[in-house]
Structures are given as structure tokens and as C-alpha cells.
């Protein structure tokens, strides 16, 4: 099985073939989606909405990125694996430097995703530079979320849109291999896809990107707490899990589970020994 690399995403934006990208935090999950074909896996810092049970993402620290891409690459034949830098550990070059370092030397991933437009460009230079491959992201950065006033959909003004326009072609001078569209109109997204030469991957961003990706928690239906209008569920994966628990409970409860089938068996010669060893200290009291 070959390694998909940076390269090859050029070249599947050249050829017109659409990138796949999903979300992992775990290794369970990381070996389901690299056998299954996904592109690209991104540990997303979503990891503080969908796994540790936060209202954002922006509690997430650098070691709690480091313990799950780590899980996640060891899972990982094929697909790029991307970590995400979460809030503030960007936020001054010397810092930007070595939690990159971080996540590639001990997440071992290899490419790391940040937030923002022309602001990260000197950033994301300095990262290229020292060889770490930067995927961007601007449209609806959830790490600005106090900055925006909530989840809503970015470049819906003319002035807005240029904005994000200019923002790619700076990202793209600056050395990403590619950028995430997050929560824009669709022909904002067509416009930039058309503009520059990285791959574009959406997220609410429309069919004319490169690529698509999706929070895999949110394609499975794991929770129905947050449904975004971009959101296609694919599968209730809480309701098979549910109904799964539920069956367990009532099994155990009735005696249906465990069976001698789940039981490991006590050589019988073991037995008669012990049989008799019982027997002997019984006798002695
Ligand atoms: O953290 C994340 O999962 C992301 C994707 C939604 C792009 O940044």
C-alpha cells in the first residue's frame, strides 16, 4: 500500500479527482477509515467537542493533541495524517515552532492544520520552512468563535468574500498544500478553488472544492447534539449502540449472558486436585 503524500494532492487537484478527508482521534477509528480509503485523516482539535465534552474547541491543549494523533498514526498505512494546532499554540513564532515540532515528532503526524488568513501567513513561511507541510483553514475558525459571535457562515458580503479570496492566494504564497473552506457560499468556495493552485477541501463550503471533509462523529450520527445544515449523516451509529447496550443490560440481568460458551473451563485433573486440596482443609477445621 503506498503512503499518500502532499505531492500526491496536487496531483489529484490537477487530474480533478476529489479528496476524502474525516476526522479521527483514536486508533479504532484511524485503522476503520485508512482501510476503508479516506485521503486524508485530520485529528481535529473538534476533538474537545466530540470526544472530551467541551462547548468548543478551545480548551484543547497541545498535550491533548500529542496523546491522539499519536494513537491515531499508529493506526495509519495510507492516508496523510494532519494534527491540528490547537487555540494559542500558534500565537507567537518561537511557540508555533515547537508545538509543530510536537505534533510531527511525537503525534507523529505529518502536517499540521491551522486557523486563519493573512494574520498565520509569516506563521505558516517559518513552518514550511523548517519542513513541517501547513494545511490552512479560514471561512468559520472555530477557534474564533468569540470573535465571529457564534457559529456563522463566513464571506456572505462582497467585501467579506474578497477578504477570503486574498486570504488563500496569501496562504498559498506562504507554502500551505492546501486550505480548509469552512461554512462559506458555495461560489465563494468555486472562486478560490478556481484562484489557486492547492487543493481547497470544504466543510459547508459547496460541491466545487477539491475535497470534502466531515467530523466522522457527525457522518456516523455518534450524538445529535450539534447538527449543522452541511451535516449528511450516513449511518445512526448511536442508535445501533444503543440498542446494543440496551441487549446487554437485559441479558446480563436475566442470566442470557455470560454462557459456558464466554467461560473459560478448569482442566479437569486441575479440578480434581483442587477438589481434593479443598477437601483436606475443610477436614483440618
Ligand atoms: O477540528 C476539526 O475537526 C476541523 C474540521 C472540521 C475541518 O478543523
Given at each position: 500500500m503506498t503512503k499518500l503524500t502532499v505531492i500526491d494532492l496536487y496531483l489529484m487537484k490537477k487530474e480533478g479527482r476529489k479528496i476524502t478527508m474525516l476526522t479521527a482521534y483514536d486508533y479504532p477509528t484511524a485503522l476503520i477509515l485508512d482501510e476503508a480509503g479516506v485521503d486524508i485523516i485530520l485529528v481535529g482539535d473538534s476533538l474537545g467537542n466530540v470526544?472530551?465534552?467541551?462547548?468548543?474547541?478551545?480548551?484543547?491543549?497541545m498535550d491533548d493533541m500529542v496523546r491522539h494523533c499519536a494513537a491515531v498514526s499508529r493506526g495509519i498505512k495510507r492516508a496523510l495524517v494532519v494534527g491540528d494546532m490547537p487555540f494559542?499554540?500558534?500565537?507567537?513564532p518561537e511557540l508555533a515552532v515547537r508545538n509543530a515540532g510536537r505534533l510531527v515528532q511525537?503525534?507523529?503526524?505529518?502536517a499540521v492544520k491551522l486557523e486563519g488568513g493573512r494574520e498565520v501567513a509569516s506563521t505558516v513561511k517559518l513552518l514550511v520552512d523548517n519542513g513541517v507541510p501547513v494545511m490552512g483553514h479560514i471561512g468559520?475558525?472555530?477557534?474564533?468563535i468569540y470573535k465571529f459571535g457564534g457559529y456563522k457562515v463566513q464571506g456572505r458580503t462582497a467585501k467579506a468574500a474578497k477578504k477570503l479570496i486574498e486570504d488563500a492566494e496569501i496562504l498559498e504564497k506562504a507554502g500551505v498544500f492546501s486550505i480548509v473552506l469552512e461554512c462559506i457560499p458555495w461560489k465563494v468556495a468555486k472562486i478560490i478553488t478556481e484562484s489557486i493552485s492547492v487543493p481547497t477541501i470544504g466543510i459547508g463550503a459547496?460541491?466545487?472544492?477539491d475535497g470534502q471533509v466531515l467530523v466522522t462523529y457527525d457522518m456516523l450520527g455518534f450524538f445529535e447534539g450539534f447538527k449543522p445544515k452541511f451535516v449528511k449523516q450516513y449511518c445512526n451509529i448511536r442508535k445501533f449502540i444503543m440498542d446494543a447496550v440496551g441487549k446487554y443490560i437485559s441479558e446480563v440481568r436475566s442470566g442470557i449472558y455470560p454462557t459456558v460458551e464466554y467461560s473459560y473451563e478448569l482442566p479437569e485433573e486441575e479440578e480434581e486436585k483442587l477438589s481434593r486440596e479443598l477437601a483436606s482443609l475443610k477436614a483440618k477445621k
Open positions: 470526544i472530551l465534552g467541551y462547548k468548543n474547541t478551545i480548551p484543547v491543549t494559542m499554540s500558534y500565537a507567537t511525537e503525534g507523529g503526524v505529518e468559520l475558525t472555530p477557534q474564533s459547496g460541491a466545487y472544492c
